[in-house]
């Protein structure tokens, strides 16, 4: 079966700092690949996407993230956090074959220290 | 943009209750989600919609029903509140088309049965 696992519930980071979120997925087909990010009080944004092509995939607020296909992950980067970034991160996988169903990773949330 | 929203950001139900959970796109899109989003837990579908009166289940139907008259507008519905239905809500749309089309998220609403 399909899913997403997110190994950190909590990351904590400085702000300035370089950060990498975690991402493995279990998909049978070619994946399509999402991350959201999910600011207190709010509902999910979409970060980037992957669906083909360039494995390396830039996203909004200077997000990124690499699709490794021998690894089963789409790890999410940026290379330096800002204190906005401050929020909770899903990753997803989907749609199942057929259907509209996506499958979200537990989610990781992300404190920033001054 | 496009802007789903939803009716209320917090609720308060006691058990019992019927309860009406209202979204509203004004892309045109075709397709609408709801979504139970519980720490740990990530989200998890309750119900879809690919057109006007049409629904699917999701993985967590037991409990609800949904209602789509018109294509802006998705209900989820709670017959009798139970307090392990205190939860987040999340509703989502996105257009029919490829099925890597991005969903776009509502704010939320956080429902607490007593």
């Known amino acids: 079966a399909q899913s997403v696992t997110q190994p950190d519930i909590h990351i904590t980071v400085s702000e300035g700092a370089s950060l990498e979120l975690r991402c493995n997925y279990s998909y049978g087909a070619t994946p399509y690949l999402f991350w959201y990010v999910q600011s207190p009080g709010q509902g999910l944004q979409l970060l980037l996407k992957?669906?083909?092509?360039?494995?390396l995939v830039q996203g909004i607020k200077g997000f990124e993230a690499e699709f490794k296909r021998s690894q089963s992950s789409f790890n999410l980067r940026k290379p330096s956090v800002h204190w906005s970034d401050a929020a909770e991160y899903f990753c997803a996988v989907g749609p199942d074959s057929g259907t509209y169903k996506y499958i979200f990773g537990t989610g990781t949330r992300l404190k920033v220290l001054a | 943009d496009v802007k789903v929203t939803q009716s209320s950001r917090y609720l308060v139900k006691r058990t019992g209750e019927k309860v009406f959970l209202e979204c509203v796109q004004d892309m045109d899109h075709e397709n609408m989600f709801w979504y139970r989003q519980d720490p740990g837990l990530g989200l998890r579908l309750i119900y879809f919609s690919y057109d006007v009166k049409m629904k699917e289940k999701g993985d967590i139907p037991e409990g609800y029903s949904v209602s789509r008259e018109k294509k802006e507008r998705f209900s989820l519905i709670l017959e009798s509140a139970s307090t392990n239905q205190t939860s987040m809500y999340l509703c989502a749309s996105s257009p029919r088309g490829t099925v890597q089309e991005t969903q776009y998220f509502g704010p939320g609403t956080r429902l607490l049965v007593l």
């Open positions: 992957y669906f083909s092509g360039d494995t």
